[in-house]
């Protein structure tokens, strides 16, 4: 990749322009042409470094439940678990990781009273009983957006832990109220979860598969990333692909009390992707977690040693991902489609 490829892969991480030439504003804005910003960005999805271009939505604002769920899984019954997750759709992401709790997940469902019905049967159907819910009290920072530094200058630890990212939220409880959507959100909420058609003008086409005018499709789209119904629209990456390797959740024991003001300093991390407040078990003693990304495994480690200092942490574990068994795209509304 050169400086132009990662300007675009920066500007299109966040916020990909709900336009009818979203491409013409692309290469205005990294100083190229519309038909060269097309091009790369076309490349580089072939490549498979952009793994997917289209809306990332809050399941609570759509009326959806979500959670992170572990299990203590003998090996035997590895595969047999992760067959069965691999075919349940509100599974998106399933991995492996080295601790005794070595299988996590994460489920979404159109309610809590669901999920925990198909956390029951997944219990029931793979005759594992240590199977656990640990959904987010408070949410602290949902940013996965890879810097490709394009001034290969290293900041300081100090500017590192001053710098917000641009999705950094503070302390906020998990309770949000369900936006009010319209029969025509959840039409164009249905096709903005997919990817964006391989056009110099996407939005023109979607708005022609739709029987929409274009102006409406961009009206609603961009109206649903105001509102934070769609919590980001743009580049999905595949983070090995695009250099960044090694990724490592970062559980901390933390004081309850305190868990507020410190999960607030590790959010400013700019290698801190997620940053959540959880429930604990009576041998899991981690409130608060953070998924952090580096070039290495040494590179995690040096971050986590540095949020340590930071926040005069010091109980914490780094867990590493051996497998990954399942990583997909939550479709909403799907069912309503049926």
């Known amino acids: 990749m050169d400086s132009k490829d990662r300007a675009l892969l920066n500007a299109i991480q966040d916020r990909f322009p709900i336009a009818v030439n979203p491409y013409q504003i692309l290469g205005e804005a990294v100083g190229t042409t519309e038909d060269d910003a097309f091009k790369r960005i076309q490349r580089l999805r072939q490549e498979g470094i952009i793994r997917r271009l289209g ?6 604002s759509l009326g959806y439940y979500s959670t992170l769920c572990t299990a203590k899984v003998p090996e035997e019954k ?13 599974v998106t992401h399933n991995y492996l990781r080295n601790h005794e709790y070595n299988l996590w997940f994460t489920l979404i469902a159109r309610s809590q ?3 925990e019905g198909i956390l029951k049967t997944i219990r029931e159907v793979s005759g594992i009983q240590d199977v656990y819910s640990l959904p987010a009290t408070r949410l602290f920072k949902i940013n996965v957006n890879f810097d490709f530094d394009l001034s290969g200058e290293e900041l300081s630890p100090e500017e590192e832990v001053d710098t917000f990212g641009p999705e950094f939220r ?4 998990e309770s949000v109220t369900p936006y009010d959507l319209t029969d025509e959100d959840i039409t164009l909420i249905r096709v903005l979860q997919g990817n964006l058609p391989d056009s110099p003008t996407p939005f023109t086409v979607l708005a022609e598969n739709l029987q929409w005018p274009v102006e409406k499709v961009i009206t609603c789209a961009n109206r649903l990333l105001d509102a934070e119904v769609t919590r980001r629209f743009g580049a999905v990456l595949r983070h090995q692909k695009a250099g960044f390797v090694a990724n490592a959740m970062g559980v901390w024991q933390v004081n309850p009390e305190q868990a507020a003001e410190v999960g607030e300093i590790m959010a400013r991390f700019k290698e801190v992707s997620h940053c959540y407040q959880r429930p ?6 981690y409130n608060l977690f953070t998924m952090i990304h580096g070039k290495t495994a040494e590179d995690c480690g040096e971050v986590m040693k540095k949020i340590s200092v930071a926040t005069g942490v010091k109980t914490y574990s780094m867990l590493f991902s051996t497998v990954e068994l399942k990583k997909s795209s939550m479709q909403y509304f799907l069912e309503e489609a049926n």
């Open 55 to 60: 809306g990332v939505f809050d399941s609570r």
């Open 113 to 115: 009273v669901i999920a």
């Open 170 to 173: 503070g302390a906020q409880k």
């Open 280 to 285: 604990t078990l009576p041998d899991w003693p």
């Open 78 to 90: 590895i595969p047999i678990l992760a067959k069965l997750l691999e075919g349940l759709p509100g």
